[in-house]
């Protein structure tokens, strides 16, 4: 097997793999290397050369494109205002039990809650959200003064 073909047998490895790892961003760059050292390979026969420009196509491929790619493959993000009901208090409009998630009334909108150490919560009780998680609130009893 010659170099060209070694360098054309790893330029479509590297597609493949990047092709079941998709939008990733995994092997694309090396895909280029093994392309650029593939032509290399019928211009001189140095491995060495052949290695180096291998080598610099990759990293180079990678600092140019990838933020530009990311920025394409990142695709429609909605901005929310979720996050913005982290550390703010509530009380619970429904209890927390061992076996069924709260209920919290936030602006007009109910959110299922429940907490980290998943310990039950009467209604009525003031509560802090310490995290999101996907649709639920997690929140921890305040203590009363």
Do not use: H
């Amino acid at each position: 097997m010659s170099l060209s073909q070694v360098w054309l047998l790893v330029c479509i490895v590297m597609v493949v793999f990047e092709l079941i790892t998709v939008g990733n961003l995994v092997s694309i760059w090396f895909a280029i290397g093994a392309l650029a050292a593939f032509l290399t390979a019928y211009l001189t026969g140095s491995l060495i050369i052949q290695i180096i420009v291998f080598v610099i196509v990759s990293l180079a491929s990678m600092v140019l494109i990838r933020p530009l790619a990311t920025r394409f493959l990142r695709g429609n993000v909605v901005a929310t205002n979720a996050d913005s009901i982290v550390g703010r208090q509530f009380v619970l409009a429904e209890p927390i039990t061992e076996d069924k998630w709260g209920l919290i009334k936030v602006n007009g909108d109910t959110w299922s809650a429940t907490t980290v150490d998943q310990i039950p919560i009467d209604s009525g009780v003031r509560v802090e959200v310490i995290a999101i998680e996907g649709v639920k609130l997690i929140v921890r009893k305040l203590e009363e003064n």
